[in-house]
């Protein structure tokens, strides 16, 4: 038992090293997947990867990069919903149409976007606390980036 304890341990690891990856990096085979786990210290095959991509439920995006489940929702949700991203500081706000900005936030929380600290929403409007200014720009660069797909 205490071997399975330990694949079960490492196969974690791995799939929270996946995760890291996705999250910042356009990864768009198992291949490049499997290099990537490789140059942080796992040792697995392409066939382990494969099993991984399907037990993280990854999906390819239309230019072929894998995402995570809640980030494929959060592009579908900015893509339709989100009308504009501004920047103030260490806040980013992004409006929404009439109603949406709800759904949006709770995409935004489930990707746990680097540098985003945490949000608040209304009926059109949220607002996203960032680490600092530099991790504000790239949070608005990733939104604004979905919204224009």
């Not at 990864?27 to 040792?43: I, K, M, S, W």
């Not at 059109?124 to 949070?139: G, L, P």
Request: glycine share 10%; proline share 3%; aromatic share 2%.
């Amino acid at each position: 038992m205490a071997g399975n304890g330990r694949a079960t341990g490492k196969r974690q690891q791995r799939h929270d090293a996946i995760r890291a990856i996705i999250r910042v990096e356009a990864v768009r085979t198992q291949r490049d997947l499997a290099a990537r786990l490789q140059e942080e210290g796992f040792d697995c095959t392409q066939a382990t990867v494969s099993r991984d991509i399907m037990e993280l439920g990854l999906r390819k995006s239309p230019d072929g990069r894998y995402l995570l489940p809640e980030a494929d929702r959060l592009e579908r949700l900015v893509a339709e919903l989100a009308v504009d991203v501004k920047v103030g500081g260490t806040i980013v706000v992004v409006k929404t149409l009439p109603g949406g900005a709800q759904g949006v936030c709770a995409a935004l929380d489930d990707a746990q976007l680097p540098g985003a600290l945490g949000t608040v929403a209304g009926d059109d409007t949220i607002m996203i606390a960032a680490m600092d200014a530099d991790a504000a720009d790239q949070v608005a660069r990733t939104i604004d980036g979905l919204r224009r797909r």
